[in-house]
């Protein structure tokens, strides 16, 4: 297990929260929604993120693309408007 995490860069919350201009919440609301999975520390839990991923969310957003979609709902359920989460 030790070998995976010195093979992959992983980077931490806040790193990517300032990589990609969104705050920890966001990033933790994406994780939970599994729009952006995030990695748990072997020793502390914390979450985690690969640094590839965070580098394709970026190039995507370069690039014109929109990475990643929510949709707001109301309190009784219903799709309100669907948004970009990410600012360009």
Do not use: C
Not at 13 to 38: F, H, Y
């Amino acid at each position: 297990m030790y070998d995976r995490w010195m093979e992959k860069k992983f980077i931490s919350i806040k790193q990517a929260s300032e990589m990609l201009n969104v705050s920890k919440l966001t990033l933790r609301n994406w994780d939970k929604d599994g729009k952006l999975p995030a990695f748990r520390h072997p020793i502390n839990n914390y979450r985690v993120y690969q640094l590839e991923d965070i580098e394709k969310i970026i190039r995507q957003i370069e690039s014109g693309e929109k990475p990643i979609r929510t949709t707001r709902r109301s309190k009784t359920g219903a799709r309100i408007v669907p948004i970009i989460s990410i600012k360009d």
